[in-house]
């Protein structure tokens, strides 16, 4: 079993799964957060049960785990790779056969990452380890996550131009690494591939325009 994970099928394996867990975690995600547009108390009343439901909870630390594992499993692959190929090989015909995604996914998964550290400094940390102000929906005493998240997109124009990058980038790494997570797992078929690609392309569009619509809608109503 234990080569299993040392193959190249393992290798794949790991980093399919990884990414599928990372994918489920973006559409809840984007759920949660397109509820901005809405307003105060819905996003504040849909924070509160992401934060205080137990199997959230229990979830959050696994989606937490796979991120990592994915994050670290493709740095070592990419660096393996390269140590193995010190010199690529001539290309033939290559950009016709590829997208700029697929050749490009270690350096759009690294542009995430730094995209992702910036984020959390902003808003995980402020949330976990803060003191916000608390407001009253519905009877409920909850922390006001709308007004923390709206007033840095409000306030600060540099950080919506870096999330709406950020979005662009993960929509790009979606268009390849949504069908190509499949593909590993056996739906490699020319039909199945023809369909995943279509499928990849319509998922990384809404997940890219999904998140950056947000930073463009205050923009928007705050100017």
Do not use: C
Not at 44 to 69: D, K, Q, W
Not at 105 to 127: A, P
């Amino acid at each position: 079993m234990s080569h299993f994970f040392t193959s190249p099928v393992g290798k794949k394996f790991i980093m399919s799964i990884t990414g599928i867990f990372l994918m489920l975690f973006l559409i809840v995600h984007l759920s949660v957060n397109s509820l901005l547009m809405v307003g105060s108390d819905a996003f504040n009343s849909a924070a509160h049960f992401m934060v205080t439901n137990p199997f959230i909870r229990i979830l959050e630390p696994i989606l937490a785990l796979g991120f990592i594992i994915h994050i670290i499993y493709s740095a070592y692959l990419t660096l393996q790779n390269q140590r193995y190929r010190p010199v690529r090989y001539k290309k033939v015909d290559r950009w016709g056969s590829t997208t700029w995604p697929s050749r490009n996914m270690f350096i759009l998964g690294v542009l995430i990452l730094i995209f992702l550290v910036i984020h959390l400094s902003n808003f995980y940390w402020k949330v976990r380890f803060g003191h916000l102000d608390t407001v009253m929906v519905e009877g409920t005493e909850m922390e006001n996550l709308y007004g923390l998240v709206s007033g840095l997109f409000i306030n600060w124009w540099w950080y919506d131009v870096i999330y709406i990058l950020g979005a662009l980038f993960l929509g790009l790494h979606l268009s390849h690494g949504f069908w190509a997570a499949f593909q590993s797992l056996g739906w490699d078929n020319d039909l199945w591939r023809i369909r995943l690609k279509r499928i990849a392309y319509v998922f990384a569009v809404i997940m890219g325009v999904g998140f950056a619509s947000i930073p463009v809608y205050f923009l928007i109503t705050s100017g």
